[in-house]
């Protein structure tokens, strides 16, 4: 078999605990709205996850992700009744399968200044633990203004960004500009659909586009954004190579003329956050790893991956993890997720 070979990708934004939540129970009522989705759906499964579901969650995302290509996850997690330790269960997760995480806590005011004050506390315990991490915010439109500054002060102290959703919806069309404006270099701003053109920012703007599609918020443009812009799933899983042609073909959409290398551009962009993963290499079923070919090949997946020099993958099986262990635990946590809801 003829093959190639790449970098490891990186899965720029992601909500590993969502890999549970596939076949799960109806919420109470059809959203109609953005906002709706979040009370419904994802606050609602926010509020069920404890840490073991948040554990076996996480090796099934990263392993789901080392099977497409994807080395490197920076994830954004919230679960308002178990916040202390979830970054460690979450991080010691992916290393266990062979991928890297950077992990980062959503801070909220949704559940009260207690809530608030343990999500800081646990960016915060995570990064001085030695935890890679950023400091994370829900979204600007669900914290009050004293909360976003204590956490930008956190991150500055720490010597970290903040990786914050800004602008997905309507809803947060204003807070997400006013605080996009307050962007250091090191920040990752995710989806910023509603930010006006011409908004003066500061580090990497993270597009989502299957993610943006299914909850209808409507199309980014982040060509707008300028070289700054990095490929994520926003929890649908880490396949890049999927998310890759699902940018281009909408990019297409919008302008005929565009090509495949603008796409890639964003998915190359995320060694920019993870460096390292530019150094593991991913031995393909394909032979030509171009843009061009892989905007319109699919079917492309990994046989072979090397991270730090171990291989992870041998001919399409993990080798640090049971996939078949990893995968039924998983479903059984997600039993007790859906009882729950």
Known sequence: MTTGTTPGFVCSHHHLYSALVRGMPAP?????????????????????????????????????????GTTAIVDHHESPNAIEGSLSVIADACA???????????????????????????????????????????????????????????????????HVHVAEGFTDAGSGAALARRSKENWLLVHGVHLPDGLSFAGMMAHNPRSNMNNSVGYADPKRFGGRVVLGTDGIGADMLDEFRLAFVKLREDNVTSTPQTPWNWLENG?????????????????????????????VHPLDITVDGKKVLDNGVTTKVDEAEVRAKAAEQAKRLFAKL
Not at 33 to 41: D, M, P
Not at 42 to 48: C, I
Not at 101 to 121: E, M, N, V
């Open 271 to 299: 060694w920019m956050l993870v460096p390292e993963a530019e150094s593991d290499e991913v031995t393909w079923n394909y032979p030509i790893m171009d843009p061009w070919h892989l905007a319109y090949t699919t079917g």
């Open 96 to 162: 266990e399968v062979g991928v890297r995480a950077i992990c980062s806590y959503g801070i909220t005011d949704r559940h009260g200044p207690d809530g608030a004050t343990a999500g800081l506390a646990e960016n915060e315990r995570f990064i001085k633990d030695g935890g890679r991490g950023m400091v994370g915010i829900h979204a600007a439109f669900t914290c009050e203004q004293s909360t976003i500054d204590a956490t930008v002060g956190l991150a500055e102290d720490l010597d970290v960004g903040v």
């Open 28 to 68: 109470p009522q059809t959203p109609t709205n953005f906002l709706e989705i979040l009370e419904q759906v994802w606050w609602r499964v926010d509020a069920a996850l404890d840490l073991e579901m948040l554990e076996w969650s996480a090796k099934l995302g990263a392993l789901e992700a080392l099977k497409s």
